[in-house]
């Protein structure tokens, strides 16, 4: 058997499990249940399949259905088998006996932002017992607000991911000519994101959506809305897969977004620049000058304090000042209603800058800011950072030279 | 504005709706809301955001949240804005007022299989009402068994993802060769399946799981235990990606285990074939030969009426009766219990070939069998062939040649 290191030392998985145990705490929690695979990876350092349970004192315990032995080779925290899921009570209660076999009324959290429903019901029954007593309750809050702010280990690897999207652009930028399809030239970029370590596809927890690495969308393709929960949608590649790139033909003067990412050892880069073979129409030019002018002042405002619903609601007056808010983030009824995201592990991360999030921004938080106008017929121009929030002013962690591309 | 084609016709969607309808109704359900992507694209031709709403009895409506517009172009379905979420009993009240509006109880199914548990709790709440008279109930076995039996154009274009599989293999195979990292491997042949309109990734409906296309794994690495639900699971890239490909290097006299797919127009292949740059050890040799002995067995009694855990529970003793029954479909505690999956927008889709699947065959099901074998420090070799369950023999949708694929 392969040796496979640790990724999350235990030192580090414990001291997030601690400060999830501080949230249990305060928030009245007896204690969690941890089901997702990145939240497991988060407190553990293993996403074997499983329950972890933390209780709000007291160690954890992995329970882990499969593979036993590769979460032990993954994880410094203690790893059981999970065994027969109806017996589930009875092994929590042999090994928590003050908690599940004192009789007492239980509060246990849980993923519920993510957990199926019918493995919810199942657990929820399962858990509450003869006298039901024990209450499985939401407490993905908890878990979104710990993972926001990031280390310094998580840094880097967003700092890593953020190179080999750079890298991976320079090496591709080259093959893009007119005539060639969204899908070729997506293909020939996330080939080299590939070589460069992405693992196939960004992780999101929002229900429904799905990304492999971005999209590298052009003109009137471009500007169609979509489901996709962000400002750009795409034509896509049929009704089974209705965003992203689509076999359309980029053509001269009309906006190429490139709006790209990758996933390396866990973590996610963010990033968008804009290119155009010959002249952007002048319209678009002025759009693409004033979501350069938007990031700007996004990047004075973004200093511990400051609420992140202002910075949606900031940029929402520049655009509006420039006569480009029908254009926002999408167009018309299709607006995303939102400047910018965190992003980590997953590519929707808290915090969001977006009317009714009004939470102060803290040293420690990674967020992808992307002010970007949609043009339906003629495309989407825009750009997109990812930053650290720091003491003083955000730390750049993108590092794509920003500029409107121009090739000949 | 472009225009999108309808990718499922009308009648077509029609139809399904009609055929889920007929299982509501012998179910005692009053309706049912579809809220996962997939399910609504089946049903409604279109994946925007929303929820459709099929009565036992009459007409269906998809609520959508965004895009309204493109939703309209996709579906035959009527379209209408969802509007407040905190309305929706209202919405429904106003649409169906025989039955919202009604104050009768009602039992409502839903796809709860995949619903997050805070959606299905709020949703749940909400369509209570004052009363409670509403119960919102688990209807993902009717939509699993519906989606189980394809029609002639589902399996039309199963085949055409076989045949970009096929292709990219082919395209990919000559630049094999020792010392090449699994990782590059599958980069490259991912590029061929992305130019061939692969989506970027493979749907999966089981939690956690997540798959781009599959596993191009070798030697020892390929050997390691993975959460992955299926018989091979892959160093990977790291805890964070434990599963698929790493950067370990493919050697000589080692298997390579091919183990891909494609997504292309919503649906899925999913194939595998061994490969060797020099020759196997002999007992690998062996299973391998086990493996295809396994799968003409199986193709023998793939005919409808065999019910699904006979195949398996076969499938055990041939691995019993030629000793290798430690190795199979994984290998001591990690073993996957199951011998093939269905396959079609998804790819674990129904039937199940596993024990407690004691579902009879019936045609239009599409089942990719995967008799493999596992050896830990060595490596994983094996088969997988997907085939249309028919009055008869099974019809192959595999294109790929069946041999071990040796390499000078």
């Known amino acids: 058997m392969m040796n496979q290191l640790q990724d999350v030392p235990t030192s580090v998985a414990f ?18 249940l941890i089901s997702q695979n990145i939240d497991l990876y988060y407190f553990t350092g293993s996403m074997q399949t499983g329950y972890a349970f933390v209780p709000a004192h007291g160690e954890p315990v992995f329970y882990v259905k499969r593979s036993v032995e590769r979460a032990k080779q993954e994880t410094g925290v203690t790893v059981k088998e999970l065994g027969a899921f109806r017996q589930f009570r009875e092994t929590l209660a042999r090994d928590y006996p003050e908690l599940f076999g004192s009789g007492q009324p239980l509060r246990i959290a849980a993923d519920l932002d993510v957990l199926p429903a019918q493995t919810y019901l199942k657990l929820a029954e399962l858990l509450a017992g003869p006298d039901g007593n024990v209450k499985l309750l939401d407490g993905s809050a908890s878990i979104r607000k710990l993972r926001m702010i990031k280390s310094e280990m998580e840094v880097e690897r967003i700092q890593a991911a953020a190179k080999a999207v750079d890298e991976a652009l320079t090496e591709s930028l080259n093959d893009l000519h007119e005539g060639m399809s969204e899908l070729s030239w997506i293909a020939r970029i996330e080939y080299e994101l590939r070589i460069r370590g992405h693992i196939g596809l960004m992780r999101m927890r ?16 471009a500007a169609m809305p979509s489901y996709f929960d962000g400002p750009a949608g795409g034509l896509g590649l049929g009704a089974a897969s209705p965003q992203s790139v ?39 030019a002025f ?17 511990p304090g400051t609420v992140c619903s202002a910075l949606y609601t900031h940029s929402l007056e520049q655009a509006l000042s420039a006569g480009l808010s029908a254009h926002f983030m999408g167009y018309g009824a299709d607006q995303a209603k939102f400047l910018g995201h965190g992003i980590g592990l ?40 990812s930053y650290l929030i720091t003491d003083e002013s955000p730390r750049p962690l993108t590092r794509t030279k920003e500029e409107l591309i121009k090739l000949p």
Request: charge should be negative; include cysteine; glycine fraction near 12%.
């Open 15 to 32: 001291e997030r499990i601690s400060r999830l145990q501080g949230e249990l705490q305060s928030g009245g929690m007896d204690g969690m």
């Open 206 to 221: 929002g229900y429904n959506q799905e990304i492999a690495t971005g999209m590298l969308i052009a003109g009137a393709a």
């Open 246 to 284: 689509s076999r359309s033909l980029i053509r001269r003067n009309e906006p190429i977004l490139l709006d790209i990412g990758c996933c390396i050892d866990g973590y996610i880069i963010d990033q968008t620049r804009t290119a155009v073979i010959g002249e952007l129409p002048e319209k678009l």
């Open 287 to 303: 759009a693409y000058q004033t979501s350069e002018a938007i990031l700007r002042e996004a990047e004075k405002r973004m200093i």
């Open 346 to 385: 997953e590519i929707d991360e808290w915090p969001v800058l977006a009317k009714g999030f009004d939470m102060p921004l803290q040293p420690g938080m990674v967020i992808a800011v992307e002010p970007k106008f949609t043009f339906p017929g003629q495309g989407v121009v825009g750009i997109e950072n």
